[in-house]
């Protein structure tokens, strides 16, 4: 009985200490996702970035990032690519990519993850992971955005209009008189 259980205690470490030196020397790859814009606007561009980074000891290759978050039915994509793919990515390197789209619809918008596969050239292993998750934004209208931050150029000309009349009428008053003393005193000299 005592043989046994050392003999399952040692397998038990083997199994162990092979999966961690199995994980060493393979390829990590992290990605992430970030929304650049600070106001989320209907019609307006919105600027995506990914960028993936390499952790691991050996290369990645075969390398496909997949984004299936921006429906055609919802989004624009008006330059860049949701799905893309990398031939290798080295050891401690990185790489970024950029995507710009344009929302049709405003409203609450669930922005999700994107996925990565790739081989991690040590093992010839399929291995899949997915990005951060921005999470969720609210995507204004766009009525809603210039009614806060346009210029306002007819609401000041409209109210330059308005107090024309209660500058201006007191100000010809004051010019009549101000002419008619002027006037008389002339006269007087």
């Known amino acids: 009985m005592p043989q046994i259980r050392g003999v399952l205690l040692f397998l038990l470490v083997s199994v162990v200490h ?21 106001y989320l606007v209907e019609g307006m ?3 995506v970035k990914y960028n993936l980074f390499n952790v691991g000891d050996s290369a ?17 994509v ?10 290798r990515v080295a050891p401690g390197a990185n790489s970024s990519h950029t995507i710009v789209v344009r929302p049709k619809k405003f409203g609450y918008f ?15 292993v ?13 995507i204004i209208a766009g009525r809603d955005y ?27 008053l004051w010019w009549s008189s101000k002419s008619k003393y002027e006037a008389i005193a002339l006269k007087k000299d």
């Open 110 to 124: 669930n922005f999700t993850a994107a996925e990565v596969t790739y081989n991690a050239e040590s093992s010839g």
């Open 78 to 87: 008006v330059s860049g690519q949701t799905k893309y793919k990398l031939d």
């Open 45 to 47: 561009d919105i600027v």
């Open 126 to 138: 399929v291995l899949t992971g997915l990005s951060s998750d921005p999470g969720q934004g609210v």
């Open 146 to 172: 210039d009614r806060q931050f346009s210029a306002h150029l007819l609401d000041w000309a409209a109210f330059a209009v308005m107090t024309l009349p209660s500058l201006g009428i007191p100000f010809l």
């Open 18 to 38: 092979l999966n961690v030196n199995a994980d060493e020397g393979s390829a990590r790859l992290l990605l992430s996702k970030q929304i650049h814009n600070k």
């Open 60 to 76: 990645a290759t075969n390398v496909k990032i997949v984004d299936s978050g921006f429906r055609a039915e919802d989004f624009d």
